[in-house]
């Protein structure tokens, strides 16, 4: 990756104002701090750009995105998403990841307001209430992706969460699964919370109870799903069934089960959400909600861009739908798990 002029204020340890006015020749910079900057530049290589000359003139032609990490293949749907949809209207992208912490991402958005870029798009963001009045009073163009962004006066683009997970749900106890276990997102976030409201929408509509021990706390992340599938699979009467809220901890899950010697689907169903490229190459191939994540990216990249060219003033939220990918890691439960035996 290219060395931003963000790496040159980290390790020149001075403020990414400070590299803005020394690489633009401004005279109100001190000889230290300008010296600094200098020797950064050349330990780094750092090579000016479009983005470094459009501070001066005041239009940077870059769009900054800030993402948690860059870990899984649903981030990388998504930027990939923005990429191209910026591609076609002459854009570039400056890409920063905040370490799934809600004071860098706060840190980051107003950083991009100050002349970095001349719009941003967050993704899956932790607590945008933090800095989008900042940013509203820059009138500074943002959209947020994979969040309602409903109260925050501010465009989002997300999906049917709520639709998707009752779907799943609904397969599951189609199949003739009664007892589903299920491991959340982060429940701060509302696409989380959408989730787990399908999940028990659908058991209350089939008239089956809500068991609470069947629920785990995860975080998104792999690491939780292994250890949620373990949590609920050591329960006395352990379910025949995991939903996970996503594909990267139902990935957590079935290595879980396979520690345990369980077959899937023929002693455990396992069902994700988000329909990352990597389910399709498991074994077995996972089944799982498809949340269209490139056309999530294209959406919100084409809704900042309007808005920067002042074609769409009013603050919009879209939601797009998702569907059931059925694949080979989940089947009817077999008698002996019916009956809930160990």
Same mark, same amino acid.
């Given at each position: 990756?290219?060395?931003?002029?963000?790496?040159?204020?980290?390790?020149?340890?001075?403020?990414?104002?400070?590299?803005?006015?020394?690489?633009?020749? =401004?005279?109100?910079?001190?000889?230290?701090?300008?010296?600094?900057?200098?020797?950064?530049?050349?330990?780094?290589?750092?090579?000016?750009?479009?983005?470094?000359?459009?501070?001066?003139?005041?239009?940077?032609?870059?769009?900054?995105?800030?993402?948690?990490?860059?870990?899984? /293949?649903?981030?990388?749907?998504?930027?990939?998403?923005?990429?191209?949809?910026?591609?076609? @209207?002459?854009?570039?992208?400056?890409?920063?990841?905040? @370490?799934?912490?809600?004071?860098?991402?706060?840190?980051?958005?107003?950083?991009?307001?100050?002349?970095?870029?001349?719009?941003?798009?967050?993704?899956?963001?932790?607590?945008?209430?933090?800095?989008?009045?900042?940013?509203?009073?820059?009138?500074?163009?943002?959209?947020?992706?994979? @969040?309602?962004?409903?109260?925050?006066?501010?465009?989002?683009?997300?999906?049917?969460?709520?639709?998707?997970?009752?779907?799943?749900?609904?397969?599951?106890?189609?199949?003739?699964?009664?007892?589903?276990?299920?491991?959340? *997102?982060?429940?701060?976030?509302?696409?989380?919370?959408?989730?787990?409201? *399908?999940?028990?929408?659908?058991?209350?509509?089939?008239?089956?109870?809500?068991?609470? =021990?069947?629920?785990?706390?995860?975080?998104?992340?792999?690491?939780? *799903?292994?250890?949620?599938?373990?949590?609920?699979? *050591?329960?006395?009467?352990?379910?025949?069934?995991?939903?996970?809220?996503?594909?990267?901890?139902?990935?957590?899950?079935?290595?879980?089960?396979?520690?345990?010697?369980? /077959?899937?689907?023929?002693?455990?169903?396992?069902?994700?959400?988000?329909?990352?490229?990597?389910?399709?190459?498991?074994?077995?191939?996972?089944?799982?909600? @498809?949340?269209?994540?490139?056309?999530?990216?294209?959406?919100?990249?084409?809704?900042?861009?309007?808005?920067?060219?002042?074609?769409?003033?009013?603050?919009?939220?879209?939601?797009?739908?998702?569907?059931?990918?059925?694949?080979?890691?989940?089947?009817?439960?077999?008698?002996?798990?019916?009956? /809930?035996?160990?």
């Amino acid at each position: 990756m290219s060395v931003t002029i963000f790496d040159v204020a980290k390790h020149a340890g001075v403020s990414y104002g400070t590299v803005s006015r020394v690489l633009n020749g =401004k005279k109100n910079v001190s000889d230290t701090a300008r010296d600094q900057v200098q020797r950064a530049v050349k330990a780094l290589g750092y090579v000016a750009n479009r983005q470094a000359q459009g501070l001066a003139g005041g239009r940077s032609n870059v769009i900054g995105i800030l993402v948690r990490d860059l870990a899984t /293949g649903y981030i990388g749907e998504i930027i990939a998403g923005v990429d191209e949809e910026l591609a076609t @209207h002459g854009f570039d992208l400056m890409l920063q990841t905040t @370490h799934r912490l809600a004071g860098d991402e706060q840190k980051l958005a107003e950083l991009f307001s100050s002349q970095l870029a001349e719009g941003l798009i967050v993704v899956l963001p932790r607590q945008p209430e933090l800095y989008l009045k900042i940013l509203r009073q820059r009138r500074f163009p943002c959209v947020l992706v994979d @969040h309602q962004g409903l109260g925050l006066e501010v465009s989002a683009v997300g999906a049917a969460n709520f639709e998707g997970a009752l779907a799943a749900t609904d397969y599951l106890i189609g199949l003739g699964h009664q007892r589903i276990g299920f491991i959340t *997102g982060t429940l701060s976030m509302g696409c989380a919370q959408e989730r787990l409201r *399908g999940y028990e929408c659908a058991l209350k509509r089939h008239g089956l109870r809500l068991d609470s =021990k069947l629920i785990f706390r995860g975080d998104f992340q792999q690491a939780q *799903g292994y250890v949620g599938a373990k949590q609920l699979l *050591g329960l006395k009467s352990r379910p025949t069934a995991i939903f996970a809220s996503n594909d990267t901890m139902a990935f957590g899950a079935m290595e879980v089960a396979r520690e345990l010697g369980l /077959g899937i689907p023929s002693d455990l169903s396992i069902i994700g959400f988000d329909d990352i490229p990597q389910t399709e190459s498991v074994h077995p191939p996972l089944t799982t909600v @498809h949340q269209p994540l490139r056309n999530m990216g294209r959406e919100a990249a084409r809704m900042l861009v309007r808005r920067i060219q002042g074609s769409m003033d009013q603050v919009m939220w879209v939601e797009l739908p998702t569907s059931l990918i059925v694949r080979q890691s989940c089947r009817e439960p077999s008698l002996k798990r019916r009956r /809930g035996d160990k």
